[in-house]
């Protein structure tokens, strides 16, 4: 089921350089200045990006000396994966029951 948090979530992720950032951290652990080096994107907007990401739950922080490290939190990831895999799963067992088979 579809609630407020997962469309949140959505929207969180449907931005191209947050979904980039969360592709890069699935592999590895990175920092601002590894990320900034990999996206090209200018520190200031990758911090407010990942601010964003913190906030929704979906990386987390880890200091390490001077520098913050980041990385994904998969059951965020599962946890949508396995609400769509329920939408598809719907999808294909109501098509026998389509309105449009009453049309006149």
Not at 19 to 40: F, P
Not at 42 to 47: C, D, G, V
Not at 61 to 69: H, I, L, N, V
Request: glycine share 4%.
């Amino acid at each position: 089921m579809m609630t407020s948090a997962n469309t949140d979530l959505i929207r969180v992720l449907a931005d191209p350089l947050r979904l980039q950032i969360v592709t890069l951290l699935a592999r590895e652990t990175l920092c601002t200045s590894h990320l900034v080096e990999e996206t090209g994107a200018r520190q200031t907007n990758l911090s407010n990006h990942l601010r964003v990401l913190r906030e929704a739950g979906v990386v987390e922080t880890e200091p390490c000396g001077r520098f913050t490290y980041y990385k994904v939190h998969p059951e965020i990831l599962d946890a949508l994966a396995g609400m769509f895999a329920e939408l598809a799963e719907t999808a294909r067992t109501t098509i026998t029951t389509d309105k449009k088979r009453s049309c006149p």
